[in-house]
């Protein structure tokens, strides 16, 4: 049999699909709860983007003091300085954060999906050009529409981003297992 990944053994991923379909359900069950309580989902994404900040900063804030010359030090300990003061704020107001990373989410579709528009629009003579044309003008929209609606979305948008993903990944899981149960 071909390796799949890593160099395991189809027959050795076969044997494992009941682990896949485990892991998809669960996942499809979280993203079940995210979606029935859209701002609990919301905050604990913030608490957990929190978290990251706060590790992030400490690091920086180690690393800091690890490199010579005082105009690099000050640089990577008012990076981590910014981090750690981003992951505590996060920790303090949830919802103002929120607010911002919900601002910054919809800053970065419209950009994102601009950017995919003059792409697609650069590929006109190729095939399926109109499909990346119309990617990039549906995440501008997606992005417009949240910031018409921001702050008082932020209550609600990254909570459903993260239910959302978590269903999409549940699903695939349990697809992925089912379908190498052989």
Same mark, same amino acid.
């Given at each position: 049999?071909?390796?799949?990944?890593?160099?395991?053994?189809?027959?050795?991923?076969?044997?494992?699909?009941?682990?896949?379909v485990?892991?998809?359900?669960?996942? $499809?069950?979280?993203?079940l709860?995210?979606?029935?309580?859209?701002?609990?989902?919301?905050?604990?994404?913030?608490?957990?983007?929190g978290?990251?900040?706060? $590790?992030?900063?400490?690091?920086?804030?180690?690393?800091?003091?690890?490199?010579?010359?005082?105009?690099?030090?000050?640089? &990577?300990?008012?990076?981590?300085?910014?981090?750690?003061?981003?992951?505590i704020?996060?920790f303090?107001?949830?919802?103002?954060?929120?607010?911002?990373?919900?601002?910054?989410?919809?800053?970065?579709?419209?950009?994102?999906?601009v950017?995919?528009?003059?792409?697609?629009?650069?590929?006109?003579?190729?095939k399926? &050009?109109?499909?990346?044309?119309?990617?990039?003008?549906?995440?501008?929209?997606?992005?417009?529409?949240?910031?018409?609606?921001?702050?008082?979305?932020?209550? &609600?948008?990254?909570?459903?981003?993260?239910?959302?993903d978590l269903?999409?990944?549940?699903?695939?899981?349990?697809? $992925?297992?089912?379908?190498i149960?052989?």
């Amino acid at each position: 049999m071909t390796d799949v990944f890593d160099g395991m053994p189809t027959s050795q991923l076969q044997s494992k699909w009941l682990w896949f379909v485990g892991l998809g359900v669960l996942l $499809f069950v979280c993203g079940l709860i995210a979606l029935g309580n859209l701002m609990l989902a919301t905050v604990v994404s913030v608490y957990y983007i929190g978290m990251l900040m706060l $590790f992030g900063g400490v690091i920086y804030l180690v690393h800091a003091f690890q490199v010579r010359g005082w105009d690099h030090v000050l640089f &990577w300990a008012l990076s981590g300085l910014l981090y750690v003061l981003a992951g505590i704020s996060a920790f303090v107001n949830p919802i103002l954060t929120s607010a911002a990373l919900t601002l910054f989410l919809s800053l970065a579709l419209v950009i994102a999906g601009v950017f995919r528009t003059w792409v697609g629009r650069k590929m006109k003579p190729a095939k399926g &050009w109109g499909w990346i044309v119309a990617s990039g003008v549906v995440t501008a929209l997606a992005g417009f529409v949240i910031a018409l609606g921001w702050p008082v979305n932020s209550l &609600w948008v990254l909570g459903l981003f993260l239910a959302a993903d978590l269903i999409i990944q549940g699903s695939t899981m349990i697809a $992925f297992g089912l379908g190498i149960r052989g």
